[in-house]
């Protein structure tokens, strides 16, 4: 079945680059997502790309998607405190409902 | 952006009462999805509806109800609540093909 995998944590120094990695199975992918959730709160979209791009640029974050290797990741330039949270990466199909969630990364910015 | 309202934010209750969750929106979208997450964790898909009159059980097996008698509007019914039903309930909706919008969240505790 689908799945999307994410490695547990990642601890970053502040100013430095924070890379979160994400790969899935569904070659059937259409759109692949990142999500940042802060304590207590819902999931708040970042960004997407569509699964025929390579890389999608917005302000800091960076996607860059490997279709070959199923790979996705999220690159936020100049990370600040303000980035801990918990990245989850997510893909769908166009026309279905279903959501496939990876199990989040936790990201820790030391000052 | 989509407008995605849960209430109550907190909720703590005694065993075998019957609670409801609720979540409205304002965009008209016509997809709408309860997920269940414990703090940090990863996110089950336990109801989702299509459109109105169109409910679906998720992947998780929860004993939880919904209804969707108005599109803007997917509450979720416990009708006994238990300890094991402490954990946060997470309502999203989508437009079609469009990115999943979450609301805020009910952190959910039964004593």
């Known amino acids: 079945g689908e799945d999307v995998e994410q490695s547990l944590f990642l601890s970053v120094r502040e100013g430095d680059s924070s890379v979160i990695n994400c790969t899935y199975t569904?070659?059937?992918?259409?759109?692949l997502y990142w999500y940042k959730q802060e304590p207590g709160a819902g999931l708040q979209l970042l960004t997407y790309i569509f699964s025929n791009m390579d890389m999608k640029q917005d302000q800091r974050l960076t996607v860059l998607l490997n279709k070959k290797d199923k790979h996705l990741s999220l690159r936020i330039a100049d990370t600040q405190t303000g980035d801990s949270a918990i990245y989850f990466c997510?893909?769908?199909?166009?026309?279905?409902?279903?959501?496939?969630f990876g199990t989040g990364t936790r990201l820790k910015v030391l000052a | 952006e989509a407008d995605i309202y849960q209430t109550p934010r907190y909720l703590v209750i005694g065993t075998g009462k019957k609670i409801t969750l609720e979540c409205s929106q304002t965009?008209?979208?016509?997809?709408m999805y309860w997920y269940q997450q414990d703090p940090g964790m990863e996110l089950h898909l336990i109801h989702y509806s299509y459109g109105v009159n169109s409910t679906e059980k998720g992947d998780l097996s929860s004993e939880s109800t919904v209804s969707r008698i108005r599109t803007e509007h997917f509450p979720l019914t416990l009708e006994s609540a238990r300890p094991s039903h402490t954990s946060q309930y997470l309502c999203a909706s989508r437009d079609g093909d469009s990115p999943l919008h979450f609301g805020n969240g009910t952190r959910l505790t039964v004593t």
């Open positions: 569904d070659s059937s992918s259409t759109y």
């Open positions: 965009m008209g979208h016509d997809k």
């Open positions: 997510a893909e769908t199909r166009s026309g279905t409902y279903k959501y496939i």
